[in-house]
């Protein structure tokens, strides 16, 4: 009887340590809805890393094709594994059409610092 309650224990500890610690990754997601990124920009390590993923033309803003960004961030998993999920997503500005289209994404202000953040 000990012997019987002890495997099914063990089994049950493997099991929910399998099924918990997967890794997650949001980016195949991503992938999956839009395709290979046009960019990928990866900055940092371990605790600080961080990838960020560029389409451009995915979306239009006042008429003008525009990308967005999508950032991706680790986060600490059972062990080793770490998950990767979606931290953010946003628009950001074609790299061909940078000067029409940034009055319109960003608020218009008289005294605008362009090195502090908004």
Not at 60 to 79: N, W
Request: some cysteine.
């Amino acid at each position: 009887m000990k012997k019987a309650f002890f495997l099914l224990s063990a089994a049950l500890l493997i099991s929910s340590y399998t099924f918990s610690c997967g890794g997650r990754d949001d980016r195949d997601e991503v992938r999956a809805n839009n395709g290979e990124p046009d960019e990928i920009l990866t900055l940092g390590k371990d605790e600080f890393w961080r990838e960020t993923w560029f389409y451009y033309n995915a979306i239009t803003i006042g008429g003008e094709p525009a990308g967005l960004a999508y950032e991706f961030r680790k986060s600490s998993g059972c062990g080793v594994i770490e998950d990767v999920y979606l931290y953010t997503q946003y628009p950001v500005a074609n790299p061909d059409s940078v000067g029409t289209l940034m009055p319109k994404i960003l608020p218009p202000t008289k005294n605008r610092n362009p090195i502090a953040p908004y």
